[in-house]
């Protein structure tokens, strides 16, 4: 099962694009604890894109891309999500958090990112960059 979400980069859109993975989620059948998490995730990576690859900008195109992943797993199956922006080039050097026992807000979501999914890395593309998580799971227990 594979399904892609075009969306404009307003921070409106950002509940109905958790709106949008929780219901995939929900229907391959992810327990709810782990589905909070990754849709969390999810909507950390994409307020990232809007405030860091198109500064803020309401009108740009993102794309997210999920998959499921558990038919090269047997007894656990995951998913794959792409976000893909159109911004400027990522700029690597630009991807550091801050330290955790600086107390502030801001610059934690890289780090919320790399603890909620199995994987997570860019892949710089000619214009914009797609960014890949992916969370293996077990699947839940079937009912006795």
Known sequence: MKRKVE??????NLALVRKYVR????????AADIADLLVLG?????????RHAYDNRD???ICLSVEVLGNKMPGRCGVRFRLRDYGPP???KKLNGRALDDVKPGGLGL????QVFDRAYYLRKNVGTELVLTKVFSPPAEPA
């Open 7 to 12: 969306f404009c980069s307003h921070v409106g």
């Open 23 to 30: 219901n995939f989620l929900a229907e391959l059948g992810c």
């Open 42 to 50: 999810v909507d950390e990576a994409c307020s990232n894109v809007i």
């Open 59 to 61: 009108d740009q195109r």
């Open 90 to 92: 990522l700029d690597p």
């Open 111 to 114: 780090y919320f990112i790399k």
